[in-house]
């Protein structure tokens, strides 16, 4: 079974850093994108998660305006692999943070996979 799963997650003051990490488990064919998202405390449950950043089959990478200059996102050449790192880290940024593999540039819906378990990133002030 092809699973997404997260890691690299945990507490950190107002200015930190943390680095998240997201690999896919199991063999699948053909990923061309893959993002990172996030669900922060404010989002009901049932709604989308938020595009934090994707990357393209190209290795073009688009970040939402709150995370530019302070997120990068890369991907392991040759591994279904990204990582995320995140500098200057706001209270705001507190959220579950999950991968996927959007089928679309933009990085939203629809995905390739399930949603896996998130990683936790909790920012204090």
């Known amino acids: 079974q092809v699973q997404l799963v997260e890691s690299g997650g945990g507490s950190v003051q107002a200015g930190g850093s943390l680095t998240l990490s997201c690999s896919v488990s199991g063999r699948i064919a053909g990923i061309s994108h893959m993002g990172w998202y996030r669900r922060t405390p404010r989002q009901d449950p049932g709604n989308q998660r938020e595009?934090?950043?994707?990357?393209?089959?190209?290795?073009?990478?688009t970040y939402t305006d709150a995370v530019q200059g302070r997120f990068t996102l890369s991907r392991v050449n040759g591994k279904n692999t990204i990582n995320l790192q995140m500098n200057s880290l706001k209270p705001e940024d507190t959220a579950i943070y999950y991968c996927?593999?959007?089928?679309?540039?933009?990085?939203?819906?629809?995905?390739?996979?399930?949603w896996g378990q998130g990683t936790q990133v909790t920012v204090s002030s």
């Open positions: 595009l934090v950043a994707v990357i393209t089959s190209d290795g073009r990478i």
């Open positions: 996927n593999i959007p089928l679309n540039a933009n990085g939203l819906a629809p995905y390739a996979l399930s």
